[in-house]
């Protein structure tokens, strides 16, 4: 295998370029196939969500509608809907909570770096400020810059967005990216229009992205090739011509690596647009030969020409700063070692409730026939000569017997299998009728009702947890990585407990960091935790007391009561304990434990605790 620096280094020839094109072209027509049944399965999801009648029982065996079943009622119902729309109210509301940061962070600091920060010379406006700068005052710092980029766009509505399509089809998908937005800016000589880069993080459909499947991306077992994403999207050939003219065409930026003649003579559809390609991750171009290409950390774009004697062109290269992917996946059950893409919960209810329409269908059309059912009527009476024998409400069939009225099917029957079937559905998705507001029971207390809404939210919990622990929080580390290497001089907003505007220079910023991402909680959780809180709180007065007396007494006690009221308070699940302590206890040990932030180097939490103190500058 070359050395990859030098495939780095070296201009690719158009041989070589044609091979990645037609390789990336191949990957992807493979990924496809290899999904094709979980795609059909998407499609019928997308039906149901609309409401819109599939109408299988008016079709004839070639499809088409059959005229004399016209009369056959049409109906969707609302399950998946509802559904998606509870998981999805629920997820939100489980990870952001009304009030605070969803997240905490942990950054690793010295003791000369506590002692040359000045907050007062930070801080602007008439703000309770401290007096002396602690661990806790640099990790809000560092809370506030990412909160500052999440408010300059729908972060919140974006996550909703990926939960939708991992409740949908099994894995939502965002993606990372550093964007220039144009701000009104307050300098020195006056309000200035600056371009300001940060990390923005984007929703993609898991119907257009097409994630490694291969065997190492699967297993996990020490890969040394990193996995790859392929982004399938159509797009107007006239708007990616003018990006590549404003573009860069260093391909050692991201924002760059745009090949421009590449895009003369592209031949788009009638509608002006051109399907293309975006291949993320490294990139082995297998050969029988000795021309195996390695490409680590790219980003290329593939377009199709649609022309006769078109094919598939590279028209933009670029290498990664990061090793990180940019694509972060939430999948919401992993069902098989083997397979790549996760099971949700509208994926199980897709056969339901195809049942459960079939089923009220059925009750209708019978419902209907017993309103006006059919008739017998003697041939030979010239009144009723002429008259069709087709079933619907209301028909005549010829019959020796005279008059006669038909009793067809049994609607009860019916609508008890439509019961069972919908219970099932509930049963299937976890969203029973309560969390729709509904009362199961007349004679149910508000607490049981609020007891059964938490036991059908258990799977949502779990879910949102997941996302907390896993895709969430490595999208910290992504953004902290990210807007750090963008950062310039900036005011930040520090909503608690300061409440006001901090200017940070990118060298008062930490760059190891250790992030937590606690959410919201879940409905009981929520409850459990103040009453934590309030538990550990009563325990950590008692033992104040306690040394209040000692120290009253001139008695030396040979336990550190100040740890101890802090270990509690801590197992107490109070996340901020430098926030709440007055006590003015030392630092020690910060750069004693390090670590990368990153997907497979995980950071360990600072040691509290010791002999040194942050001194005010």
């Not at 390695?294 to 090793?323: A, C, E, H």
Request: aromatic content about 8%.
């Amino acid at each position: 295998m070359p050395d990859v620096k030098k495939i780095e280094d070296k201009k690719l020839s158009d041989d070589q370029f044609k091979k990645i094109a037609e390789y990336i072209s191949d990957e992807y027509t493979t990924r496809k196939r290899k999904r094709g049944d979980k795609e059909k399965k998407w499609k019928e999801i997308d039906r149901q969500l609309e409401m819109e009648p599939a109408c299988r029982h008016k079709r004839d065996s070639q499809g088409r509608l059959d005229k004399n079943k016209s009369w056959m009622p049409e109906i969707e119902l609302p399950l998946q809907a509802e559904t998606l729309e509870i998981l999805t109210s629920d997820a939100r509301r489980m990870t952001f909570p009304d009030t605070g940061s969803w997240f905490t962070a942990n950054a690793k600091v010295s003791k000369e770096y506590l002692e040359s920060m000045e907050m007062e010379t930070l801080i602007s406006g008439e703000t309770d400020q401290p007096s002396i700068i602690k661990q806790d005052n640099i990790d809000k710092i560092v809370i506030g810059a990412i909160e500052t980029w999440h408010r300059q766009y729908d972060f919140r509505g974006n996550i909703d967005l990926i939960n939708a399509e991992s409740f949908k089809y099994g894995d939502g998908v965002g993606r990372l990216r550093n964007v220039k937005k144009s701000m009104f800016i307050d300098t020195a000589s006056g309000i200035a229009d600056m371009d300001k880069k940060f990390p923005v993080f984007f929703p993609r459909s898991i119907k257009n992205t097409y994630l490694d499947d291969s065997e190492h991306s699967l297993q996990n077992e020490g890969y040394m090739i990193g996995p790859s994403v392929i982004f399938e999207q159509t797009i107007k050939l006239s708007g990616l011509k003018v990006a590549a003219s404003n573009g860069d065409n260093n391909p050692m930026d991201e924002n760059g690596g745009w090949m421009s003649k590449r895009l003369e003579g592209l031949e788009p559809d009638k509608n002006d647009q051109v399907k293309f390609f975006e291949y993320e991750g490294d990139l082995i171009v297998p050969d029988s030969g000795a021309d195996t290409m390695y490409l680590p950390k790219v980003i290329i774009t593939v377009l199709r020409d649609s022309s006769k004697n078109g094919g598939n062109r590279i028209v933009r290269l670029r290498f990664k700063k990061s090793s990180l992917n940019s694509y972060i996946v939430f999948p919401y059950h992993r069902e098989h070692i083997d397979q790549r893409y996760a099971s949700s919960p509208l994926m199980k209810g897709r056969p339901l409730q195809m049942a459960a329409v079939e089923s009220i269908t059925q009750y209708l059309m019978v419902a209907a026939l017993h309103a006006q059912p059919p008739m017998k009527y003697d041939p030979d009476d010239e009144y009723y000569a002429g008259s069709a024998p087709s079933l619907f409400p209301g028909c005549r069939i010829p019959s020796t017997g005279g008059l006669d009225l038909l009793k067809v099917g049994e609607p009860q029957a019916m609508m008890n299998a439509y019961l069972a079937l919908v219970s099932q559905y509930h049963g299937a998705s976890s969203v029973q009728p309560s969390r729709l507001g509904e009362q199961t029971k007349s004679h149910t207390t508000a607490r049981s009702k609020d007891l059964e809404i938490a036991r059908g939210t258990v799977r949502t919990v779990d879910y949102v947890k997941s996302s907390l622990e896993g895709p969430l929080t490595k999208l910290l580390y992504m953004e902290w990585e990210m807007g750090l290497r963008e950062w310039n001089n900036e005011d930040i907003y520090l909503p608690q407990p300061y409440g006001g505007y901090v200017s940070i220079s990118k060298e008062m910023l930490p760059e190891v960091v250790t992030f937590f991402a606690h959410g919201a909680g879940g409905p009981l959780e929520e409850q459990e935790k103040v009453t934590s809180r309030l538990q550990a709180l009563q325990v950590a007065l008692q033992i104040d007391k306690i040394k209040a007396e000692y120290q009253a007494q001139g008695i030396q006690s040979s336990i550190d009561l100040d740890a101890a009221i802090e270990q509690v308070l801590r197992e107490g699940r109070w996340n901020d304990v430098d926030a709440i302590l007055t006590s003015n206890k030392p630092i020690a040990n910060i750069g004693a434990v390090s670590g990368v932030a990153g997907n497979t180097e995980i950071n360990q939490p600072p040691q509290i605790g010791g002999t040194l103190s942050a001194q005010p500058a």
